[in-house]
């Protein structure tokens, strides 16, 4: 049960850095990143190929070093100059991205499945109340909390996060105010990308790499920020935390219906709290 | 040179063309009121001088310099603070944070938090919460608090004496003709006769997204001023 409970964790840990990039870039620009799960793929790979030359540790540093400056990159060169137009035109290009990382994926990596290994120190197992528990998963659940305590406490105490909060709920006031808000989203996506890096070394030897490995994790994550409360940093920490459990004992006691219980959660909190667990903003 | 003037702006939201060949300028120093019935194009003013309208033909000129396609953060970044129509309070955020927001512009001068509380004691009693807790007139202190942390050389306000009970009003012009005597300059963008009267020297009036007329207060009877806006 305990060993249990550790499984969802880790997976929901794996939610919360994704979806709590999408919150952040969602705060900022206002979009749904639909490319952000193959973000999280792309991570994976870079991570692995680097891995597969050095290390698993360069991989996971190389990697979220890659993919903010992919991010960065993805905030000048494509979410700027778009704010002008309809949200829709930007969400429709980040499925573009996405379509055309897949197929970048595709062509360098292949399509068949490629597996990733956790580093020597991390593999094995550790005994907890009296059954075996792989210790990499412990690594998954202590980078998740660290991230979450760190970002909390950016948020909270810097300069730079009181401006980030602020602009997660109003980014036009926040903006007139004098918060230089284009430089706020460079730094921004650039987190919520370099984290959706992260979170693909950290997930790699948890699950095979595939070009098409973010697409489900990615929807879950949607439903983590919905239920979480659009733009709402603690909320979606609790809400990953929960739908990690719910996938993880949805698959054990009712493997049938295991992919859309989170989906029923969503519907059920719309209906129940139509702005999630923490939301303000319709 | 004046520390803002729109040079025949035409400005517009989306296809709706609001403002029409809108020239307006502000001194350093200078207390000016725009007035204007509802819905005539005051606050798409403000909204140009912050680019949320698009300016189509014309520019605003800040500190000397043309612009056609300003950022949301220029006139700020630039000495302007605004104090928005409906105020703008962040929900999310304690009046601290509120008022810290202000500063981010981080222009040097008199204001800062504790300036900020000796001015509105009620702000630094609850500092640390929610904005959104205060009452209408604790919420446009809080505004203009916050405007007056960037430490600007011109305050613009839209309509500061909406929904706010007299005897605060009284305070407001107080404070705003103790600013101006202090060396800020005020746009005050009002439909309130006695507010506009007791702080502004100069005035334009807005009708259909034009100015139609300015002047010096000094020779205006209240009726004269009554009758731009209300018909
Ligand atoms: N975001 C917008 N998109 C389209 N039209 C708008 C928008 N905001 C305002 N308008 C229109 O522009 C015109 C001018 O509005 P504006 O808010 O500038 O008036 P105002 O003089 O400030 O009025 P009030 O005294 O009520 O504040 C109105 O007809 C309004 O309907
Ligand atoms: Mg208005």
């Not at chain 1, 030359?53 to 992919?70: C, E, K, P, R, Y």
Request: aromatic share 8%; glycine share 12%; with cysteine.
């Amino acid at each position: 049960m305990l060993i249990q409970v550790l499984n969802g964790i880790a997976y929901g840990g794996l939610l919360y850095l994704l979806a709590v990039g999408l919150v952040l870039i969602f705060g900022l620009r206002e979009i749904v990143n639909f490319a952000h799960g193959a973000l999280f793929m792309l991570g994976s790979y870079i991570g692995f190929s680097i891995a597969a030359v050095f290390n698993f540790w360069l991989g996971l540093a190389g990697s979220l070093v890659a993919m903010t400056v992919i991010g960065i990159f993805l905030d000048a060169a494509v979410l700027r100059p778009l704010r002008k137009h309809d949200h829709m035109v930007t969400v429709l290009v980040t499925f573009g991205i996405l379509l055309v990382l897949e197929a970048f994926a595709t062509a360098v990596w292949g399509k068949s499945f490629r597996s990733m290994s956790a580093p020597d120190l991390l593999s094995g197992t550790v005994q907890i109340a009296g059954e075996p528990f792989p210790v990499y998963r412990l690594f998954v659940i202590g980078v998740s909390l660290c991230v979450a305590a760190g970002l909390t406490a950016w948020l909270r105490f810097s300069r730079v996060g009181l401006y980030v909060r602020a602009s997660s709920v109003d980014p036009t006031t926040t903006a007139i105010l004098g918060v230089d808000t284009d430089r706020l989203s460079l730094i921004v996506v650039g987190l919520g990308t370099g984290l959706a890096g992260l979170s693909g070394v950290v997930a790699a030897p948890l699950m095979a790499l595939s070009p098409t490995m973010g697409n489900y994790i990615l929807i879950e994550s949607f439903i983590v920020v919905v239920v979480g409360g659009l733009g709402s940093f603690s909320g979606a920490l609790a809400a990953a935390l929960l739908i990690g459990q719910i996938h993880n004992f949805g698959a054990i006691y009712l493997p049938w219906a295991s992919t859309m219980l989170p989906f029923l959660l969503m519907v059920g909190v719309l209906i129940w709290r139509p702005t999630g667990f923490a939301g303000k903003r319709t | 040179m004046p520390l803002l003037a729109f040079d025949h702006v035409d400005a517009t939201y989306g296809q709706a063309r609001i403002l029409h060949g809108v020239t307006f300028h502000v001194d350093p120093g200078e207390r000016v009121a725009v007035l204007g019935r509802n819905g005539v194009g005051k606050t798409t003013i403000v909204n140009t001088l912050c680019g949320v309208a698009d300016i189509q033909a014309g520019a605003i000129v800040l500190g000397g310099e043309r612009h056609t396609s300003p950022r949301h953060y220029l006139a700020a970044r630039s000495g302007i603070a605004i104090v928005l129509q409906g105020r703008g309070i962040l929900p999310n955020l304690t009046i601290e944070e509120n008022l810290l927001l202000g500063a981010s512009v981080d222009r040097p001068g008199r204001w800062d938090l504790g300036a900020v509380y000796d001015l509105f004691p009620i702000l630094g009693e609850r500092r640390q919460s929610p904005g959104l807790g205060l009452s209408g007139g604790q919420q446009q202190m809080l505004a203009i608090g916050r405007a007056l942390m960037a430490n600007p050389n011109l305050l613009v306000l839209d309509e500061p004496s909406e929904g706010l009970a007299p005897v605060i009003i009284d305070e407001l012009a107080d404070l705003f003709r103790r600013l101006a005597d202090e060396g800020t300059a005020i746009m005050l963008i009002e439909q309130n006769i006695g507010l506009i009267q007791r702080v502004a020297s100069r005035y334009y009036v807005l009708s259909k997204g034009t100015v139609v007329e300015s002047g010096d207060l000094a020779g205006m009877t209240t009726q004269q001023l009554q009758d731009h806006i209300t018909i």
